[in-house]
């Protein structure tokens, strides 16, 4: 895959509450959903330091901290806002497999695909730091999507999102309980989704 189809997925499964293009940016407003979804994107590569102040006064105007999200093929726009005083936050990793490797028996109804989230999902997110507008963006995604719960005995244990786009499904906000960690629940999590991805399609 590109780098360009995997961009698509990640705008599809966990989007933007609203999108603009404003001149030579794409602008994002998140409402609260992360710095994916409130990060402005470059829509050609000969941004100069002049096109700058029109994206960040976009910004500042939806009450968002300038922030620049950098793709493949815009290492320009990265010297420029280096040179310009912005520095480097959350770096991010897309690892990407065929679901054929990720499959494997389970133990019986330790996991489920969900959806809507249940409350349990909702509060184990909240504790790791996923809150009520990330839920949002969970929530107003239009691909098809579900939560996945798996479960340590009779406890909640991990939960997820998963959204699937042009034949991929991407897994979002994986999140396992403090007293359930190292005990191969992410991993439960991941083959639950992986079997739902087989099932709608994506490869």
Request: proline share 6%.
């Amino acid at each position: 895959m590109t780098p360009a189809q995997l961009y698509a997925v990640v705008e599809a499964t966990w989007p933007a509450a609203e999108t603009v293009e404003r001149g030579c940016w794409t602008i994002r407003d998140g409402h609260g959903g992360g710095k994916r979804v409130s990060a402005a994107t470059a829509r050609t590569d000969a941004i100069t330091a002049a096109d700058l102040p029109a994206a960040e006064s976009a910004m500042r105007a939806l009450g968002q901290t300038p922030l620049f999200m950098i793709r493949a093929g815009d290492e320009a726009l990265d010297t420029l806002l280096a040179g310009a005083g912005y520095g480097v936050i959350d770096p991010v990793n897309i690892h990407l497999a065929p679901v054929s490797e990720l499959n494997a028996p389970q133990p019986h109804s330790t996991s489920f695909a969900i959806w809507e989230p249940l409350a349990i999902q909702i509060d184990m997110w909240a504790t790791g730091g996923i809150g009520p507008d990330r839920v949002a963006v969970m929530r107003r995604a239009q691909c098809p999507k579900t939560s996945i719960l798996a479960r340590d005995g009779q406890r909640a244990a991990a939960t997820a999102y998963v959204g699937l786009h042009d034949g991929v499904a991407m897994v979002h906000a994986l999140e396992v309980a403090p007293h359930c960690r190292r005990r191969g629940m992410g991993r439960r999590v991941m083959l639950r989704a992986a079997a739902w991805a087989r099932e709608n399609g994506a490869t």
